[in-house]
């Protein structure tokens, strides 16, 4: 199993310009979760998916969307990317029980210039 | 709301070392507890958990015990390796919540040889 899957790994942006970051699990979990990770910050949630076709916002949702594809995929998009949302972000997935475990993808390190 | 308070690094150890990192929590239900590791370059992972007070959680030699009357759930290693080096992550999930994970901002490590 490959687990939690994020493509690219890298990408730069200048402001303004858009795109979506990749999340796939094969773990068939019903929920997913899209973080960003800022230096002193730990981890903070940006949207999630408790199960297919729902998505609700989570802690810092502004400036991104987000789509639950599938059960096993779950995107996040930037319409018009701001410097202040360069991050690493990651995504994770769990199988949808109380208070379980979360497993996450190696991340994407994205640079808005 | 929920919040997670670790004690900020970086902590610098020599190899065989006593490691200790403080985590204390405020939740509004009746939390389970976890400590995630990020080893340099990739994502988080699962390092132990505990569901309930008085629980304590073990894995790779690390440790951390459920203290609901201090509402705290410290770290600790008796003996640190080099291969320990990574930031470590005090996180909370409250089904009232929604079992969203509450994370702090991370402890970043460093073993000598």
């Known amino acids: 199993n490959a687990g939690v899957t994020q493509t690219p790994k890298f990408q730069v942006l200048k402001t303004g310009q858009s795109m979506t970051l990749q999340c796939a699990q094969d773990?068939?979990?019903?929920?997913m979760y899209w973080y960003r990770q800022d230096p002193g910050m730990g981890l903070r949630l940006i949207y999630y998916?408790?199960?297919?076709?729902?998505?609700d916002k989570g802690e810092v949702p502004n400036g991104y969307n987000v789509s639950r594809l599938n059960k096993r995929e779950f995107s996040l998009r930037l319409e018009s990317a701001a410097p202040s949302q360069t991050s690493v972000y990651f995504c994770?997935?769990?199988?949808?029980?109380?208070?379980?475990?979360?497993?996450f993808g190696p991340g994407t390190r994205l640079l808005v210039l | 709301g929920n919040s997670v308070t670790q004690m900020e690094g970086p902590v610098t150890l020599s190899e065989e070392a006593f490691l200790t990192i403080n985590c204390t929590y405020t939740a509004t239900g009746y939390p389970s507890l976890f400590w995630y590791v990020q080893y340099p370059g990739e994502g988080l992972q699962l390092l132990l958990k505990?569901?309930?007070?008085?629980d304590k959680g073990s894995n790779k030699g690390f440790e951390a015990t459920y203290r609901k009357e201090t509402t705290s759930f410290h770290l600790e290693k008796g003996s640190v390796q080099v291969s320990d080096s990574a930031v470590y992550f005090c996180?909370?999930?409250?089904?009232?919540?929604?079992?969203?994970?509450?994370f702090g901002g991370g402890t970043r490590v460093l073993v000598k040889p």
């Open positions: 994770a997935s769990s199988p949808g029980h109380s208070q379980e475990t979360q497993y």
């Open positions: 998916s408790a199960s297919e076709g729902t998505t």
């Open positions: 505990a569901t309930k007070a008085d």
């Open positions: 996180a909370l999930s409250d089904q009232a919540a929604g079992n969203k994970l509450t």
């Open positions: 773990m068939n979990h019903n929920s």
